[in-house]
C-alpha cells in the first residue's frame, strides 16, 4: 500500500513526521503522529476548533463549513473534514485549553455518613484477620483449602471462592509474615447477592484496621472521585477534574459519534479511565494509602458515559429507537476496565433505566431522599440534557429532554462556561435598562455563563427590553440595543470593560436558542406531569441536582418559565446527588438495593411517543408562558408593565 | 547502571547482540537476547546441555561440573553457571532438537463416547437460536434485558448472565442480521452448580448446528489436544506435541527450579500455551472450526503441570511439606491464561489430591472405570514419577513415588527416548548371551528407550548375565561383557551395527539406576497396599496408564520385580487415561462431579511420613525382590537357573 508522509508543526516549533495511507483525514492522521488536536463536536465539521493550516502538499477539503473564503486562501482546513491525497506540511495552532476544575467541591467539605453506618451491618467489604496454622506432612492440604478451612473456623466464612489472580499471589502472601495474613473478603455483590464470598485480596500480616472504598461520578463535562474510610464511612479525600473525552467531544451526541469512529471507543474508554487513574493516585497520595489496597468502586454516571466507561458500543443510544445496551451492568473487576485500583476489587456500576436516563439519575433520586418522601416530588438535573423524575416514591415517572448547550454558554455569540471571567448575575435598570453584574474570580468579564444568561434573561423581560417572545424593545432609548451582525442584540459590557475588548452582547438567535432551551425543560416535567394527571401545583418539593443547580438563582428561572411557579420553599439545591447515591451504594448494601428497586420501579415516558411533549413545548416558548396563569408570581411581579 | 555488551553467535552465523547488567548468567542474557538454549535441567548445572563458547570477555564461571579440563580449556562454560563480568562475545553450539512426536496417538483413533452422551442431558454449554422481536419506541429496554426475556419466553432459560466482554460485542451481534442470533450458554460450572446460566457468547444467525469443546491433557512431556464436536460428543481431531517447557527442565523440579527464577514463571506458563495454542490451531484446521468457537475446555495433568498452566507459582509443591496453592482449581476464563479459544469459554482444570497426585490422576481413576469396579483395583501411572492408586472405588488410598528419569532413558549412558532409533525391545540367548533386539523405525539403533531397557534386564537377569543383585557375571565367556568407563557393562549394539559408530551398552551403574527406578514403584504400591492391610495378590485387577504404559511388556515388568507376579489377564494397558478423563468430564456433568467426589475420596499417604516404604524399597532391590516368594512365576521360569 502508498503512503505519504506528512508532517504536523506545531506552535512550539516542533515537527512530527507519520506515514498514512491515501484518503485517512488529517485529524486522524495527527491522532496516530500523537499530535493533540481538541475535536469538540467529534469530528462531525459542526464546531470548527479543530482547524489547522495546510503549508503545502495534497489535501481535499470535504467541507469548509465554518471557514470564510479567506481561511481557505490562508490555507485553513477542518482537519475532520480533510482527507490525505499526498504528502503534505500542516501547522497545528495553539489549541483551547480546558480551564482546571476547583480542585475540590467546596460544598463536599461537609460531607457526612447520610446513615448510622455498620460496616457490619452494611459493608460488603471486609476484612478478617488470621492466624493460620501452616501446613506440616501430617497436616499437607492446598492453601486455598487450609485458608477456606481457617475462614470457616476463625471467621465462620464458609464456602469462600478466589480468582486466578488472588491464587497467584496466595502463597507468596501465605509464606511472608508466618503465616499471618488479611483476607479481604466480599460478600452480596448485587448481581449475585446469594453467592459465595469471594477473597479479592490477601495482605500479608494483619491490615484489619484499614478498608478503602471509592464513590465515582463520571459527568460528560467533569469527573469526581470519593475515596472512603470503609471502617467509619468518612469522605476522607475527593478530588475533579474535567472529563479527558471532552477534547474528543463536549457533550454526549459527539463522544458516541466519535465512538463509532475506528478505534474512537477505545480512545474514549482510555481517556475517561485515565481522568479517573489520576484522580484516584491524587486521593490516595494525599491519604498515603496504596492504589492496590482500594478494594471497591461504585460508579455513577449517564448511560453514555457509563457505556463509555466500559468500553460498551454506545451507537444504539444515540440511534432509533433509542436503546442502551445494558442498563443493569454486571460487576465488572477494575482489572478488565484498567481502573488503578486493585484489579480484583468490584466496580459496580449503578443501574440506568434508559438511554438518557441513565445511574446519575437513579443515583439522585435515591440520594435526594424522594422514594422517602412520602409526597408528591418532583426531581430535575438540568446539563445538556434534563432529566426529570416526578412521583411520590411509591410510583416514579421520568423522562429526559435535550435542553442544547446554551445553559453551558454554548449555541449562545458570547457565552462561556462557569469559569473564571464568566458574568454570572446581571441586574437591570428599570428606567435605564443600564446593567450591572457580577463576575466570577472578580475581574474583567469574557463572556456569560448559564446562571448570567438567566438572570440577564429575566432582568430584559422583567424590564420590558424584551417582549415575551423575546424580541428586542428597539423603541426603548438605550445605546445598548442595537442592530449588530446577528440581528438585534443588547450589550451587557462595553469592550472597554472587557478582559479582550470586545462587546460582550446578547443577540436575538441567542435569546431564541435560551427560550427553547428552556421551553425543553419546562415542557419535560409538564408533560411528566400531565401523563399521571397530576397539576404542577401539586408538587409538594422540587429537588435540583446537578452542578448546575447549584448556581441557579430561584426566582429569576421561575420568572424566565424555567421552574414552574411554586413556593420558593419548596425547592432544594441538592449539588452533586449522582456521586452522593455512589457513595451511599458503597457504603451499604441496603442503599444499593434502593437504587436496583428505584430504577425498576421508574417508567420511562418516551416524550416522542405523541404530541404532548410538541404542543407543551410550543406553549413554552415564552415570557414565562402562554398561559401566564401558571405563572402567579411572576404576572405579579410584572404587575403593570405586563398588561 | 553500568551495562554490558554480551553477542551471541549461533550456528548459523548470526550475531544477536544485547545489553546486561554485571553479574547475570549468560543463560538469562541469552533468554534476553531471544538466543535459544536448551536447558533441561532448568538452569541447575546438572546435565551440562547448556554449554557454549566464551570466545573472548571477562565472566566467572560458578560451575564447571560437567564439563573437563580440555573443555574449559577451550573456552566452554555452562551457561547457566556462568556469570557477565564485562563484554564478552559468545559462540552457541548448535542445540538439540527434541523429535516431533506422531502427530496422532494411534490407540486415539478408536476413541468412542463412553457413555450414552445426551447433549440435553450431560453438556453444560449449549447453543440457544432465537429469533428477537427488534426494539421500538414502545418497547425500548435494553439489548440485554431483550435477550434474558426472549431467552426466558423462547427456551425457558432464565436469569442469564453476561461478563463485560460478552456484553462488548451484544449490540453489534444482535444487529449484525436482523435480531437473530445463536446465544451460547453455560449452565452448572463446577465450582457454582447452582449459580445462574453464563451468556458465554452471541453470534449472529443460526449456528446451532455446531457446538465445539477441547480436551486437554498437559504431560511434563508431552500435549495432547482432542477437538470435541459437543453435540454428538466425537472426537473428531486429535493432536499431540511436546511441552514447549521441556528446553527449560525436561522434569517436573527441574521445571519448578527454573519458575523460581526472575520472569521464570510467566516464560513457562507462556511455553506451555504456546505448544497447546499451536495444537488448537491445528486441530480446529484441520476441521474448519474457527478456535474462537471453541466454547469449552476441560484440563488433565499433573500437580506442578495445572500450576504453571495457570502461573500459579509451584514452589511449595517442591518444599518441605509438599503442599500445591490449589487442588481444586476454580473456573478460569481462557483469556486470563491467552488459551486461544473463545475468551470467554470457561477452561476446566480437573482436580488433584496432593502435589505429586495431581489431575492425570483422579482423571485416570474415573476413566478407567476404577470407582465402578467394586472389587479390589490398583491404578498405576508411571513416568518419571510413579503414582498409584488402591481401592475399590468406597474407598481409596494413593500415593506417588519418584522413580527417577531411568525409565525415559535419561541417567542411562545410552538411554533415550522412545522415538526413532530405539531399541524397544531385547532377547538374549540363553547360551552365549547374544542379543536380538528391536528398533523404533526399523533402522541402525542409537540408543534403548525404557521398554527395550526393562526387556534387556530381564533377558540379562533370566540367562544369568547378571545376578539377582545386578551384578554382571564376569566369568561368562562372551566378549559382549567386559569393564569399561564406567565399570563393568553389558554390549547391546556394536559400533558397525549403530547409527553413531558407537558401541551401545548397558553400564552397572546403569543397572544400579534402574534397580532403583524400579523398586521405587514397587515399594509404592507395596505400602498403599501394606497400609491398608491388602495383600497384593488380592488385587483383582492391574490398571496401567500413562503413554509409557502402552509399550510394557508385562512378563518382563514382573520378571524385573516391576509389576507385582499376578495373572496377565489381570493387567489392562489403558493407554492416556488423563485425557480420556478430561474428555469424559468436558461432555458431561456428572463425570465432573464423579471426578470431585474421587479427588475426595482419594486418601494420600505420605510415603516419608514413616519407615514403611523405606523398608519395601530397599526389599525391592533385587530382581525380582528379596523375597522371591511374591513371584512365583518368576521363581518358576528361572527354575533351576536360579537355585
Known amino acids: 500500500m502508498t503512503t505519504y508522509t506528512l508532517e504536523f508543526i ?139 478451612r481457617t475462614l470457616a473456623q476463625q471467621a465462620g466464612i464458609n464456602d469462600v471462592r478466589a480468582r486466578l489472580s488472588v491464587l497467584q499471589k496466595l502463597g507468596g502472601a501465605l509464606r511472608s509474615d508466618h503465616w499471618n495474613v488479611t483476607a479481604v473478603i466480599e460478600t452480596d455483590t448485587w448481581d449475585m447477592p446469594n453467592g459465595p464470598p469471594r477473597l479479592v485480596d490477601v495482605l500479608p500480616g494483619d491490615r484489619c484496621d484499614e478498608n478503602w472504598g471509592l464513590a465515582i461520578d463520571i459527568g460528560t463535562t467533569s469527573n469526581v472521585v470519593y475515596l472512603v474510610n470503609l471502617i467509619n464511612g468518612d469522605v476522607v479525600q475527593q478530588a475533579a477534574d474535567y472529563n479527558g473525552q471532552i477534547r474528543r467531544g463536549e457533550d454526549v451526541i459527539s463522544r458516541m459519534i466519535y465512538a463509532g469512529k475506528n478505534g474512537g471507543l477505545e480512545e474514549l474508554q482510555k481517556l475517561v479511565v485515565g481522568t479517573l487513574n489520576k484522580l484516584i493516585q491524587r486521593v490516595a497520595r494525599q491519604q498515603g494509602v496504596q492504589p492496590e489496597e482500594i478494594h471497591k468502586a461504585v460508579v455513577a454516571g449517564n448511560s453514555t458515559m457509563i457505556h463509555l466507561f466500559l468500553a460498551l458500543p454506545p451507537q444504539s443510544i444515540r440511534l432509533e429507537p433509542f436503546v442502551t445496551t445494558v442498563n443493569q451492568v454486571p460487576s465488572v473487576r477494575a482489572a478488565e476496565i484498567s481502573l488503578a485500583i486493585n484489579p480484583e476489587a468490584t466496580v459496580d456500576c449503578l443501574p440506568g433505566v434508559a438511554s438518557y436516563v441513565g445511574a446519575d439519575i437513579t443515583s439522585g433520586v435515591v440520594s435526594s431522599g424522594m422514594v422517602d418522601v412520602g409526597d408528591i416530588t418532583l426531581f430535575i438535573d438540568v446539563g445538556t440534557n434534563g432529566e426529570m423524575v416526578l412521583g411520590d416514591g411509591s410510583w416514579l415517572i421520568t423522562c429526559a429532554c435535550s435542553a442544547g448547550p446554551a445553559f453551558e454558554g454554548a449555541g449562545v455569540v ?147 418559565g424555567l421552574l414552574p411557579d411554586l413556593p420558593w420553599d419548596k425547592f432544594h439545591f441538592l449539588g452533586n446527588t ?40 410550543t406553549s413554552a416558548l415564552f415570557l414565562p408562558h402562554t398561559d401566564i396563569d401558571r405563572f402567579p408570581s411572576v404576572a405579579a411581579a410584572l404587575g403593570d408593565n405586563s398588561s
Chains 1, 2 share one sequence.
Open 10 to 148: 506545531t506552535e512550539s516549533g516542533k515537527a512530527t513526521t507519520v506515514q498514512v495511507p491515501y484518503g485517512i483525514s488529517l485529524s486522524d492522521a495527527a491522532l496516530e503522529a500523537g499530535v493533540e488536536l481538541n475535536i469538540p463536536c467529534g469530528g462531525q465539521g459542526r464546531c470548527g476548533r479543530c482547524a489547522v493550516i495546510v503549508e503545502e502538499g495534497a489535501v481535499r477539503r470535504r467541507s469548509t463549513l465554518r471557514l470564510s473564503a479567506a481561511d481557505v486562501e490562508a490555507g485553513y482546513a477542518l482537519a475532520c473534514q480533510t482527507v490525505v491525497e499526498g504528502d503534505a506540511r500542516i501547522s497545528v495552532p495553539p489549541q483551547e485549553k480546558i480551564e482546571r476544575l476547583l480542585e475540590t467541591d467546596k460544598t463536599a467539605a461537609k460531607i457526612t455518613v447520610p446513615f448510622a453506618y455498620d460496616p457490619a451491618l452494611h459493608q460488603a467489604v471486609r476484612r478478617v484477620g488470621l492466624p493460620i496454622d501452616p501446613p506440616s506432612r501430617a497436616d499437607n492440604t492446598d492453601d486455598m483449602s487450609r485458608l477456606r
Open 414 to 560: 458570547d457565552g462561556m462556561r462557569a469559569t473564571r471571567g464568566a458574568i454570572e448575575e446581571v441586574w437591570l435598570n428599570a428606567a435605564t435598562a443600564e446593567p450591572t453584574y457580577r463576575v466570577i474570580g472578580g475581574g474583567k468579564p469574557r463572556g456569560i455563563c448559564g446562571s448570567g444568561l438567566i438572570s440577564l434573561l429575566a432582568e430584559l423581560f422583567i424590564t420590558d427590553v424584551i417582549d415575551k417572545s423575546g424580541n428586542l424593545n428597539q423603541t426603548m432609548d438605550s445605546p445598548r440595543i442595537r442592530v449588530g451582525e446577528h440581528g438585534d442584540e443588547y450589550v451587557v459590557a462595553w469592550a472597554e470593560e472587557t478582559e479582550h475588548g470586545r462587546d460582550i452582547a446578547i443577540t436575538h438567535p441567542d435569546i431564541d436558542n435560551l427560550l427553547r432551551a428552556k421551553a425543553a425543560i419546562y415542557a419535560g416535567f409538564a408533560s411528566l406531569a400531565q401523563s399521571v394527571g397530576v397539576d404542577l401545583s401539586d408538587v409538594s418539593q422540587l429537588f435540583i441536582g446537578g452542578a448546575f443547580g447549584q448556581y441557579l438563582n430561584v426566582e429569576k428561572s421561575v420568572q424566565i
Open 578 to 617: 449522582s456521586i452522593k447515591g455512589a457513595y451511599m451504594a458503597l457504603l451499604s448494601r441496603d442503599m444499593r438495593a434502593e437504587i436496583e428497586v428505584a430504577a425498576t420501579k421508574m417508567t420511562y415516558l418516551e416524550l416522542s411517543a405523541d404530541n404532548t411533549f410538541y404542543d407543551q413545548f
